[in-house]
């Protein structure tokens, strides 16, 4: 007899046990698995975050090393609103109240990202804000 | 081959869904399964509470392990990991034995369960299956790896292909290591079952 008759002479009927089947899936249905929402690596959010805070590393270290000098940090400031304002795809949305001082607020629109920034009378970015489509 | 090949989108896509939390897709998953898994760890242990414990532990490990789950080896990739964990779980029960416990703590679960006469009577048809029990006494001898491979081979009546992806192995050294698995299956047995096997 070769070893796969001895396979086929042993007994293959499948077995069946229908109620702890029935318990088994209960427990598991009711497991926390599905209760936690699943949780998403938003690469164009990270991006576009990531990029953003870049920038504003940028500009506080230049005002930094300007030795905090007023004069100068409303010119690297008007600079800094220059360079953002005149972007192709930034547009003003208007004015808005921010921590009770006005500001002018701009909107940039990058693929499915808008960052909306808040800039005070003297062109200080004192707000920033990123939705993701 | 394990299953029909026009599964495979419905299995792809209620794998999905599971991921995504879907109850429903993940109980149309587990009825898909729990009877293959089941009779498979069966045969592995040939021991009733066990096989149920080792089966509800597989499939809350699946669970517990799902969105780490991707659909990269074609179309055995869902039975094939699923079978891994089972396996897994069979090579946990044979280091532990009377040590390997259930994992799923919860008193519903405990309490009930199928009645003694089912229980007694799979165990009955064991005790009079010579067959399976020479077999099974005698691929308990040989290395982990091998006992897997006879079982997915003739019990479950898996490809090379579908072996080599529940074992983690290229399909060549599937093919290798069944041949040498027969090889010293067949050594056992005529040591130690020749006078049972001349008589049938």
């Known amino acids: 007899m070769t070893i796969e008759e001895l396979f086929q002479k042993a007994n293959k009927d499948r077995i069946e046990l229908k109620g702890h089947q029935k318990k088994l899936k209960a427990v598991l249905l009711k497991n926390e698995y599905f209760d936690v929402e699943k949780e998403y690596w938003d690469w164009k959010l990270t991006f576009s975050s990531l990029s953003f805070s870049a920038l504003l590393i940028i500009f506080s270290v230049s005002i930094i090393s300007s030795g905090g000098n007023t004069n100068q940090v409303t010119l690297e400031s008007n600079d800094f609103y220059k360079t953002i304002e005149s972007s192709p795809n930034v547009s003003g949305m208007g004015e808005e109240t921010f921590n009770g001082e006005k500001t002018n607020v701009l909107q940039m629109v990058e693929g499915g990202t808008t960052t909306k920034m808040y800039f005070n009378n003297r062109n200080v970015l004192v707000h920033s804000e990123v939705y993701n489509k | ?200």
């Open chain 2, 1 to 200: 081959m394990y299953y029909n090949r026009c599964m495979d989108t419905d299995v792809k896509e209620l794998v999905e869904r599971a991921q995504n939390k879907d109850r429903d897709a993940f109980g149309s998953l587990f009825d898909l399964y729990y009877d293959k898994v089941l009779n498979y760890v069966f045969r592995r242990v040939l021991n009733t509470e066990y096989a149920k414990d080792i089966t509800s532990n597989a499939f809350l490990k699946a669970l517990k392990n799902l969105d780490q789950f991707e659909w990269r080896n074609g179309p055995f990739s869902f039975s094939g990991w699923i079978f891994k964990i089972a396996t897994n779980e069979v090579n946990q029960y044979f280091r532990k034995q009377n040590r390997y416990k259930l994992t799923i703590d919860d008193p519903d679960f405990k309490e009930l369960g199928d009645n003694n006469k089912v229980v007694e009577e799979i165990e009955k048809k064991i005790d009079n299956d010579k067959h399976l029990l020479i077999l099974n006494k005698a691929i308990k001898q040989l290395k982990p790896i091998y006992q897997d491979i006879l079982h997915l081979k003739y019990f479950e009546e898996m490809s090379y292909e579908e072996i080599s992806q529940v074992l983690n192995k290229n399909e060549s050294t599937i093919r290798v290591y069944s041949k040498r698995a027969k090889e010293e299956l067949r050594i056992i047995l005529e040591k130690d079952a020749s006078e049972f096997l001349v008589n049938i």
